[in-house]
């Protein structure tokens, strides 16, 4: 009798905690994660879109020509240069820019590939706009809002700074040639000069020679013919 009494005071008990629980469960609400706005990263079709990097090291620029920059991969910081590097060297092409790159500095080198030659190309400087840009005659006027994104396929300095590219920064570290480079056009001008006057003043003196030559010849041409009037006997 006592035992049925507990276990019917237990069975009691735990209905009463069982439907407190239900309870509280149902007047708490759900938890639900606060719902953050989609951002649109949508660009118009006839905005530029810049290349995409295909690879980022750290090279030390050891051989260059006319267009081509040869680096030492000496740390790469993203993406990969599987098929481009041969014995750890890595070929960019930069064109024209090539000239503000030293040979023997260290240089921080996005590189984007080239799909119509199949090689890797970066630059120093941001691109010209073509010559008369949007009012080129043909070329429709569009009101596009294009986001201004930052062209990632360049080449900086190992601070992260954008290499000088001025038009005296090839001799920027060269005095020699910075002297000659404004030297030289003064030496040329001031001898072109010095040529001319003394063309000039030969050109005089062949003249003068010449014209006192025919004084001389037509003065004796008078003597003689004076002498010879003189020298005829009266009728």
Not at 49 to 56: F, G, S, W
Not at 179 to 190: I, K
Request: glycine share 8%.
């Amino acid at each position: 009798m006592v035992r049925r009494a507990i276990a019917l005071t237990l069975i009691a008990v735990g209905g009463i905690t069982a439907s407190m629980g239900l309870e509280a469960s149902a007047s708490v609400p759900p938890s639900t994660p606060p719902s953050v706005p989609a951002v649109n990263t949508t660009i118009p079709s006839d905005c530029p879109i810049p290349e995409v990097p295909r690879a980022t090291f750290v090279g030390l620029l050891v051989a260059a020509d006319r267009r081509t920059a040869r680096f030492e991969v000496r740390q790469l910081r993203g993406g990969n240069l599987e098929g481009y590097t041969a014995n750890g060297l890595v070929d960019v092409d930069f064109g024209d820019d090539v000239r503000f790159l030293d040979v023997d500095v260290e240089y921080i080198v996005a590189a984007a590939l080239d799909d119509e030659t199949n090689r890797l190309f970066s630059k120093v400087r941001d691109p010209e706009p073509l010559f008369g840009g949007n009012q080129v005659i043909g070329i429709e006027e569009r009101n596009l809002d294009c986001p201004e994104l930052e062209d990632a396929v360049r080449t900086l300095t190992l601070d992260g700074r954008s290499v000088e590219s001025g038009v005296l920064a090839p001799l920027a570290d060269d005095s020699r040639g910075l002297l000659r480079a404004v030297a030289l056009p003064f030496a040329w001008v001031f001898g072109g000069l010095v040529g001319l006057a003394i063309i000039a003043n030969g050109v005089r003196a062949v003249v003068g020679r010449s014209r006192r030559r025919q004084a001389a010849r037509a003065a004796s041409a008078r003597a003689r013919k004076s002498a010879t009037a003189k020298s005829r006997p009266s009728a």
